[in-house]
């Protein structure tokens, strides 16, 4: 079982655990946690469940987490847990969320207590990243967050990503296989708006598919039609080699899968 008492401190994505993992004794807890907060340091934690908290009289709902000695506890508001408009508090529950270490007491929890925004957490991810995933061809570390029925949603950098199943393997059958908080290295490949960014996972994973195979003009192939759309009709002759057909001359468009 993965170990949760631990904290993870880097730069890279919203619950990356790319670094080396921290288990903070009290003496560690002491002397760690109040630099990061003069250093405003982006840390990751894993999220074990929600408690009320009396904070000056109030009750106060907080996320919380254990890094060993002492205790992770993030205020649910949106200012600070970075929940978006209608999503469930309970997405974050049993996860490695970032956060930006913002205290290191909190009144009336106890002096072992680390206070983390994770809004804050994703906007200094957002900018250190920025350049890294606007960049094509550039590689960043990506983390699952949601499953759709044709793509991943992807954390990188901060930023959410889409990463088209078709890119998640190069196998057809492993590409429904990932799963939330699922790590792995991940490839920039289109920049939409400067805003949408596209990634693969399976351009930086070697192709079994791959072949040297090389066609003189007039070879005659079998071809299985991968797609088509319009004008544009894509066939596969070796797995993972696809070749465009000029339907100029077909008189049916072809089935796919069956040409």
Same mark, same amino acid.
């Given at each position: 079982?993965?170990n949760?008492?631990?904290? +993870? ?12 993992? &921290?288990a ?6 002491r ?10 340091? #982006?840390?990751?934690? +894993?999220? &074990?469940g ?24 993030? $205020? ?14 309970f997405?974050? @529950?049993?996860r ?14 106890g002096?072992?207590?680390m206070? @983390? ?7 200094? &991810? ?5 350049e890294?995933?606007?960049? #094509? ?7 699952i967050?949601? *499953?759709?029925?044709t793509?991943y ?12 199943k078709?890119?998640?393997?190069? #196998?057809e ?5 990932? %799963?939330i908080?699922?790590?792995?290295p #991940?490839r ?8 949408? @960014? *596209?990634v693969?996972?399976? %351009?930086?994973?070697e192709? $079994?598919?791959?072949? %040297?195979?090389? &066609?003189?003009?007039?070879t ?6 991968? +797609? +088509?759309?319009e004008?544009v009709?894509?066939?596969?002759? %070796? ?5 465009? @057909? ?10 796919v899968?069956?040409?």
């Open positions: 079982m993965e949760v008492r631990v904290v +993870y401190v880097n730069t890279f994505a919203d619950g990356s655990r790319s670094s080396e993992p &921290l903070l004794t009290e003496t560690d807890f002397m760690a946690v109040p630099n990061w907060k003069r250093a405003k340091t #982006v840390v990751q934690v +894993y999220l &074990l929600m408690e009320k908290v009396e904070v000056d009289g109030v009750q106060r709902t907080f996320f919380i987490g254990d890094v060993g000695a002492g205790k992770v506890m993030m $205020p649910i508001e949106p200012e600070y847990s970075g929940l978006e408009t209608g999503q469930d508090p997405d974050l @529950i049993g490695w969320v970032c956060g930006m270490v913002q205290d290191f007491d909190i009144k009336d929890a002096n072992m207590t206070l @983390i925004n994770r809004t804050q957490g994703l906007a200094i &991810l957002r900018r250190l990243n920025a890294r995933v606007r960049q #094509v061809g550039n590689k960043a570390t990506g983390i967050r949601a *499953v759709r029925r793509s949603l992807v954390d990188v950098g901060g930023y959410l990503a889409i990463l088209p078709k890119w998640y393997d190069w #196998v059958e492993n590409r429904q296989k990932g %799963h908080g699922e790590e792995f #991940v920039i490949m289109r920049v939409i708006d400067g805003q949408r @960014i *596209v693969s996972r399976c %351009h930086l994973i192709n $079994p598919f791959e072949t %040297h195979m090389k &066609l003189e003009k007039g005659m192939a079998k071809v299985t039609v991968k +797609y +088509y759309r004008r009709i894509m066939g596969e002759i %070796h797995p993972g080699f696809l070749v465009r @057909i000029n339907p100029v001359g077909l008189r049916i468009p072809p089935n899968a069956k040409f």
